[in-house]
């Protein structure tokens, strides 16, 4: 399986862990790398994610997306047919960084786009790539097999 994480994903641990939600979608970001680790599932790298790490204040945080970004064996770069994709996407109300993420996971034909943001996530219906939390992924990705 292909996955595309939002910066506001890798950024998780960094939050304030005393919230219960905030720490599950930590654990989860735990879980997934294991996956990419172990090569059940491929991370997509892009050139949103790099330029949005870039202009990150905190040196620790910017330091671990890059190792968390170093995990990927893929790549996608915006291209005009992405930054078309994404214009349409800001017609709807989806931000522009946010419409950029997306578009470029569609793009890259991932089969998820993880975020943590909800009011991202609630105008799933406007895109073309499954959009899901971190921590429903895992449920759903690795919840009981039979």
Known sequence: MKIYIDT???NRPFD???QPRIWLETLALGLILQLVESGEATLVNSSVL???NSRNPFPLR???MERCLGLSTEYQRVDQSIQKQAEELAKHGVSAV???H???AEFANVDFF???DDRLLKKEKQFKVKS???VDFVQQELGEQP
């Open 50 to 52: 790099e330029f949005e």
């Open 132 to 134: 899901i939390n971190p």
């Open 16 to 18: 304030d862990q005393t």
């Open 8 to 10: 506001s994903v890798y």
């Open 98 to 100: 946010d419409a950029l």
């Open 102 to 104: 997306i578009a470029t």
């Open 114 to 116: 993880i975020a943590c």
């Open 62 to 64: 910017r330091e671990w």
